[in-house]
């Protein structure tokens, strides 16, 4: 079996058209994709546990796996119908194997390398954090590195530097929580439902910047971010006023915080445009949805001269096609094969 999969995988480094089925489950959204060539999506099939989470104020990962379970095979007579394709008409199977919940990256793990083996097609495990990045090869389809990125989610924050499809520097990180963690948290204390980035979205559109809240200095001089001090102050700020019974604007709040983060993240992405010479940045992860972050991200390198990308809203956060069109890149460089002891895991390197 595995030497056959080795013949099979070579064989579609330099097949002229590849359709790829992808898989991504790494979270709390189960997805199903069907991409060809990387950048052209016949099928894009996602079941949201967002409103079974909501309750709960955040992910319960036990939950999120039971529903990936009942979910998935449905996805994927779901996205071959909507392609209008037939099982034997894929040349591989791609999965998200990390970074995520590992009780929900199994569930997308073990069914991928099921159908791997019912179907004889390749097996392609996918980094997530790349997956994200690839989103924009859908959105802008002429799109190429090198670019810069701002990788920007939940479980991430990072400026990297795209050297080619496979090949990534990092340039800078956060040492602390990601700033998807943050806004979370911070909807949380302002009593917001989940998921929080959105919400605080919103609700700062209402407020004013009055509040003063920093980011840590001791970064300044780096590409580095640290997004837990703001949050512990935001924190502060609310428990204070509640215990002095003092009344405050939750949407000042939201707008003051917003700033700050969005503030900082643009700050170091001209610096590191700046460092590189690079004309390009792209932004990948949810919180590229953040509408005051594109607009302050637009203005800040269109007065050096350069361009920023960011992805279609439904490719912002978690999806398969993502996860398929990275995968075509894998494959036309000879990486990403995976035999069926193929397991998930929790973190993964860069």
């Known amino acids: 079996m595995k030497k056959y999969m080795i013949d099979e995988f070579n064989s579609l480094k330099n097949k002229a058209d590849l359709t790829i089925l992808a898989i991504e489950s790494s979270c709390d959204e189960t997805a199903v994709s069907i ?35 009942v979910a998935i095979s449905n996805l994927y007579e779901e996205a071959l119908k909507e392609a209008n394709l037939l099982p034997e008409q894929l040349d591989a199977i791609a999965v998200t194997f990390g970074a995520g919940l590992i009780g929900a990256l199994l569930v997308g793990v073990n069914f991928a390398k099921g159908l ?14 790349h997956g994200h990045i690839a989103s924009n090869f859908i959105t802008y389809k002429d799109l190429a590195p090198p670019f810069l990125c701002l990788m920007v989610s939940g479980g991430h924050t990072a400026i990297l530097k795209v050297n080619d499809y496979n090949k990534f520097k990092m340039l800078g990180s956060t040492v602390d929580d990601a700033v998807g963690e943050a806004f979370d948290k911070v909807a949380r204390v302002l009593g917001l439902p989940y998921p929080g980035g959105p919400e605080i979205d919103k609700l700062a559109k209402k407020g004013e910047n009055v509040v003063k ?46 700033e700050c983060v969005t503030d900082e993240l643009t700050t170091k992405v001209i610096k590191a445009m700046q460092m590189t010479k690079s004309k390009k940045v792209v932004v990948a992860g949810g919180v590229g949805a953040n509408s005051m972050l594109q607009a302050k991200l637009k203005e800040a390198v269109k007065s050096i001269n350069a361009q920023a990308f960011f992805p279609e809203l439904k490719y912002c956060t978690d999806n398969a096609a993502m996860i398929g069109s990275m995968a075509f890149y894998y494959i036309k460089k000879g990486i990403g094969r995976a035999d069926l002891d193929l397991t998930a895991r929790p973190t993964v390197e860069l």
């Open 35 to 69: 991409v060809r060539n990387g950048r052209e999506v016949l099928a894009n099939i996602v079941a949201s546990q967002i409103e079974i989470h909501r309750r709960f104020g955040g992910v319960v990962p036990e939950i999120a796996s039971r529903n990936h379970l």
């Open 116 to 129: 791997s083996y019912s179907l004889k097609k390749p097996l392609i495990a996918v980094n997530h954090v």
């Open 213 to 258: 809240f920093t980011v840590s200095n001791s970064l300044k001089n780096t590409l580095d971010f640290s997004f837990s001090g703001i949050k512990t102050s935001v924190i502060n700020y609310v428990h204070n006023k509640q215990q002095k019974e003092e009344k405050f604007s939750k949407a000042d709040i939201a707008r003051s915080f917003e």
